[in-house]
């Protein structure tokens, strides 16, 4: 399947890889949340669907200025086929719909309690 995400265009596969690399070791994200809610499906036929979602990510960023919290939110445009009995995901395009960001307040902490 392939993913259209901002600054990467590739496959989920090699998307996972990038964030692995790139996120998950550049010290300069801190925590993240990724929300995921309004899911709207239209079906093109019994085994393809058109799914739309929103999503809100925060990221707190630590750069040389100071830290930051940035919230982005947009939607997911995805493609579903059934195949073999599984829905799958074939394609997904992000779209960035607004951000915003301020000097961080509090701990970035986003453990349960």
């Known amino acids: 399947s392939r993913d259209t995400h901002g600054i990467f265009d590739g496959t989920i596969e090699d998307f996972a890889d990038y964030l692995r690399t790139h996120n998950y070791q ?11 809610s309004n899911v709207l499906i239209h079906f093109d036929s019994p085994d393809v669907a058109r799914v739309e979602s929103y999503h809100l990510a925060y990221h707190r960023l ?22 073999g009995g599984r829905w799958l995901l074939s394609s997904r395009q992000v779209v960035y719909d607004w951000s915003s960001s301020s000097p961080a307040t509090g701990d970035a902490t986003l453990e349960e309690t």
Do not use: K, N
């Open 26 to 36: 550049d010290d300069r994200y801190g925590p993240q949340r990724h929300t995921v």
């Open 62 to 83: 630590v750069l040389s200025s100071g830290s930051f919290d940035v919230y982005i939110g947009g939607r997911y445009l995805d493609r579903c086929e059934q195949v």
